[in-house]
Each structure stands twice: as structure tokens, then as C-alpha cells.
């Protein structure tokens, strides 16, 4: 959503009165532009006043109740994201990588159908287009992953990279299926790119090459035969790939099992 | 960004409660909510104890104006208070005032719980004939209360019937824009204006800076 007119969304979301894809969409565009996020939180402290306003007397029952949950809630650490994750946090549990890039990725497809269905207001043809361009590409990018994620011995491992970013794998040995999704992984040299390795108990197998563009992530690469490998790993290749690893792998880790 | 709404209770209350802090001279001085949340971030229920009647009316308050039903706005509240322990260590005070903080997480889960459970087409239909004047009814009554309603409804007043329709329906009545459009039968981008210049005029009279 880059249109100008996005920025006149800050009073509808400083009063939750976007629905979630674009809500989503304009929390996106909020870590783009500084400006929009300065208005975004004087329109909420503004808001804010209208809450104070319809203040009412709380009853002691609900004090006494919130002490008690306190007296036996953990907080949270100071570090890590910002305290408005909602679908992530609705989810529970760890905020694992793969989870986090799951819903990610759930986003994107979410948001991207909505503009095509019509949910959220289409100013041009043009921006419909790219939509709907953008859907195509996105739900087969993710295609593998969500089907893996909904296999019940569906497990993810994630490994980090010697020069920084991250991989991550999510694998189901009933399926014979995993995707490996990498993400701030330094570009290679030119002229050369990763090639991923399930490594067992003979020779390293190539199951693919990765291509990041600098600090983007790169589209999910599926893979299967998994039988028998026991580690994952990414060596840096000439480009086209090698037969067999040429360099250390810079990412090494356990596949999940 | 500090609201001036802060203290909502008079200071001298503050210190019979023993709600008080020692500045660096040792003199008692009211501790304000944000002196508080430092150390609530540090895992001090005592504080939080004292932070509690500073933040609690308005939370369930404005809740309360969501989820309509009273059981479940308490729940809404307590959940929304209990998070406020949880990601104190989290808290920006760049990003706003604690009590802002509080408010902004409160309506955004009132909000998620409205829409969540009920089915949109059937809260349209019950609510769409009562909303718009009874809202405003309900802030306009509650005055007396004190100086800061009596502001806020003034300030309400200053805007335009469209604006101040769309917010108030957006805000107390936890519409998506979309459902004030069709509510006020407008064009969705007019009522999309309307909110942002509506809540800026509002932030101009009200003095939030």
C-alpha cells in the first residue's frame, strides 16, 4: 500500500477502526514513515482522552482479582518485539523464527487476497493488478510451507548463519517433505550463490540452490528424501552449484526430527 | 508527549492515599504514573498496587463503552491490567504516556473481542439505530463528572456532525470505518478523512501536544 493516501488511514487507526489486513498493511507502511507514526500516537494520546473521559468507578472485586493474576504472572523481558503482536501473541507459546515467518507469510497472502477480493479498497486497476500478481507469487512461494506446517510430525529447526542471518527448516518425515526459508543471510560474492546439503551417512546430497538479494528473504526452497540425513547445511557454490560442497558450510544444523 | 489530563486524581488525594515518592531531596512529591511504571518494570507489585487507581477507571471505562456487556467488559479490563504487568519491562516512554499506553491496548482489545465475537451483520443491525445519539448522550450526561469530560465534550462539540459522528461511532462504538460509512451512509474515503481531521481538531482543543 504506497499510495499518498494511505497516510490519511492514521485517524482510523489510531482509533482501531481498520480491520486486520489493513491494519496490518498500514503497521508495515507505520515503519516506513516517521511522520505517520509521530501523528499515529498524538491521534492515540487523543484518543486516549475520549477513554478518560467515560471513566468509571471499578469495583473492588476486580482489583482484588487483578492482584492475584499479578502476584502470579511473569513479565515479559525488556528485549524483542514491541508489545503489539496481536496475532502472534493470540497464538501463544514461543515465538519461534518459523512461527513468526509463518504468520508473515499468512500476512502477505492475507492482505495481498483481500485487495483482490475487494475487502480493501482498490484505487486503480493498476494497484488491483499487482495484487493479484503479487497473490499468484506469494501463495506459490508459501504453498509448501503452509501444507507442511499443517502435518501433525511437521517440526522446525533453525540455524544461524557464521556471517550473520538466519535459516530456518520445517520438516515432516511422514510427508518426506521440508522447506527451508532463509532470511538476512549476506549476499554472496559475485558470481556465486548458497546451495543447501542434507548431509547423512555418505556423501552430502544437494537439495537446492538459494539465491537471497541482500537483506531480503529469499522465496522457500522444497525439498524431500529426507531418509537417512541427519544434519542441514549451506556451502557457498560457483553459480549453477556444485556436485559436492567445495567451501564450509555456513550454516550447519540438526534437521528436525 | 505527556497528556494533560494527568493526574486524573487531585494531587492532595494522591498523597492521603500514601500514593506518594520522594524526590532527590527527600520531600514527598505525588509519584506520577510513569515514575511508577519504572518501577512496575522492574517486577514491583507494590507499585503496580499504586499504579492500579491511576489507570483502572478509565481502562474498564472506556471497555465498558465497547463491549456493553459489564461481566465481560471486567474480563476485558482484567486482561488488559494484567497485560499492562506483563509488558511493563516493554513500556516506551517515548511512544506516549502510561495512561495513553493503557488506553490504546484496552480499546484495541475491546475492539478484538466485539469483533470476534459477535457476527458483524448482527451488531450492525442492533446497534446501527442506537449508536450515534445515545453515545453522544452518554458522554454529553456524564459531565458533571468532572472538568475533564466537561473538555472533552466541549471539544466534541466544536467538530463538525460528520466528524464528530465518525469518531465516536469509530471509537466508543468499535466500528471498522467501513461499518461508520455504511452506518452515516457516506462514501467510505469521506468518513476516512473525517476521522483523521476530526481527532486532529480534537487533539488542537484539547491541547494534546
Redesign the interface.
Known sequence: MSSP?VH?????Y??????EFERRQFEAHLTQCPDCAREV???????????????????D???R???A???T??????A?K???T?ILARAGGRRSDWALRLAAAAAAIAVAAAVVLGVV?VRTAAQRDFAQAELAQLRAEYQPLAQLAAAPDARGGTGTGVRGGTVFVLASHELNKAVMVASDLPTPPDGRIYQAWLIGQGQPRSVGLMQPGGSATAPPLEFGGLAGAAKIGLTVEPAGGSPQPTTTPVVLFDLPS | MRDSVWPLRRRDEQGERGDEHRDERGEACPATAEQLMLEVAKGDQTAFERLYPLIAGAVLGVVRRVVRDPAQSEEVAQEVLVQLWRTAPRYDPARGSVLTWALTLAHRRAVDRVRHAQAAAEREDRVAAESIDRDYDEVAEAVTANLEREQVRRCLGSLTTLQRESVVLAYYGGHTYSEVAELLSSPLGTVKTRLRDGLIRLRDCLGVA
Open positions: 493516501d490519511t488511514l492514521t485517524g482510523a489510531a482509533l482501531d477502526a481498520l480491520d500516537d498524538e491521534l492515540r494520546a487523543t484518543a486516549a482522552r475520549l477513554a478518560v473521559a467515560a471513566a468509571e468507578q471499578p469495583p472485586s476486580l482489583r482479582r487483578v492482584l493474576q499479578v502476584a504472572t511473569r513479565q515479559e523481558s525488556p524483542g514491541p508489545v503489539t496481536p479498497t
